[in-house]
């Protein structure tokens, strides 16, 4: 099941990006987005699927069923990570461990026009979300 309950995509995530003008319409999509992710139950809030590299506190619960399709759930303690993470769910859900790995993040992220906005602490928190997934499809 998705996160989101609906799919979103990176093509919706892109429509919304792109309609938003200038960084404070950015910002604002992304803590509506990130309104929307559902929590993590506490009992998922475990080391085991601690997210590193962020400054939040943020975790990843992955699963796969049997056509390969990957599925993510992501949280974390801070609103603006949390819309990020649902950025990057958008991208990745819904698709096979090829499809992820080949999957532009530079180009889609360049393309809402993010990493310029955000402190580089909050850049590298973002990239470890995306090679937290990458990492769990390669097991």
């Known amino acids: 099941m998705h996160p989101f309950g609906d799919t979103i ?3 919706d995530i892109r429509a919304l990006f ?6 404070e319409a950015r910002y604002k999509e992304l803590i509506r987005l ?3 992710l559902p929590a ?3 009992e998922h809030r475990i080391e085991a699927n601690a997210i590193h590299g962020c400054e939040s506190q943020a975790w990843l619960l ?9 599925q993510f759930h992501c949280d974390s303690d801070a609103r ?3 819309g990020l993470m649902a950025v990057v769910l958008a991208a990745l859900s819904n698709k096979t461990a090829a499809d992820i790995a080949t999957f532009d993040m530079e180009a889609y992220f360049e393309e ?5 906005h955000l402190s580089p602490s909050r850049g590298n928190g973002l990239w470890a ?3 937290a997934i990458k990492h769990r499809c390669q097991r």
């Open 129 to 131: 979300v995306v090679e």
């Open 62 to 70: 992955s699963e796969q069923d049997e056509k390969g399709v990957w």
């Open 40 to 42: 993590l139950p506490p």
């Open 112 to 116: 809402l026009q993010l990493l310029n």
């Open 9 to 11: 995509t990176d093509t």
């Open 34 to 36: 990130a309104k929307q």
């Open 80 to 82: 603006i990570v949390k």
């Open 18 to 23: 792109n309609a938003a003008h200038g960084w």
